[in-house]
């Protein structure tokens, strides 16, 4: 099962179930447009889990989500208290709790639906220097929610900060965080190594 922002629906997630389904897996690919967890007043990511068919014969649902968060937190009203603040601005200590609790939350429904594991692909680096920063948070928050569940592990795609170019080929899009093809294909390589590591630790779990 693969999961995540809109980077999923472009090259990335495709060259993902591609490699996948080469390696004999049935794949449900599910990319949501601004998908994260900062926002669920935008887009409730634990609602689309729910929709998903992940179940105990799931060897693996990859995650990718981040990019979209390096923002102010949206608060639900049960989560506002004597306040009533709707939402908290990122980079205070506020904020680094309240994603890190639903970063993990949302991995924990994924174990405990029986999935055997949760692979969070940490966002990849970007041309921005400011998104660059903001996300250094975000990838450190997602590797301690991920540590503090049953089932997640973490799996980084750094290596083209300040390189994002091969060949005179651009490897982000004119937005400077999304993969462009020539992009996307140099981090799947990046992480084949340890999916691959990953996925045969699966396997022999299962026999």
Not at 98 to 120: K, P
């Amino acid at each position: 099962m693969l999961v995540g922002s809109s980077s999923f629906n472009q090259s990335f997630g495709h060259i993902i179930e591609r490699e996948l389904a080469r390696r004999g897996y049935g794949v449900v690919r599910k990319g949501v447009s601004g998908a994260g967890l900062a926002r669920p007043d935008f887009r409730d990511m634990n609602q689309v889990l729910e929709t998903l068919p992940i179940g105990p014969s799931t060897s693996a649902v990859f995650v990718y989500i981040g990019v979209n968060d390096a923002q102010a937190v949206w608060l639900y009203p049960h989560e506002r208290g004597e306040s009533g603040q709707a939402a908290v601005p990122f980079g205070v200590a506020d904020w680094d709790r309240v994603y890190t609790r639903r970063t993990r939350e949302f991995l924990d429904r994924i174990c405990q639906r029986g999935a055997r594991r949760a692979v969070v692909i940490l966002p990849v680096d970007v041309e921005l220097p400011d998104m660059q920063r903001r996300l250094d948070r975000v990838r450190a928050l997602q590797i301690r929610a991920a540590a503090s569940t049953s089932c997640a592990v973490v799996v980084s795609t750094a290596g083209d900060e300040g390189h994002f170019e091969a060949g005179g080929t651009p490897k982000r899009l004119p937005d400077g965080f999304h993969m462009s093809p020539r992009g996307a294909q140099i981090v799947w390589g990046r992480i084949e190594p340890r999916v691959t590591q990953l996925l045969e630790t699966v396997t022999v779990a299962a026999r």
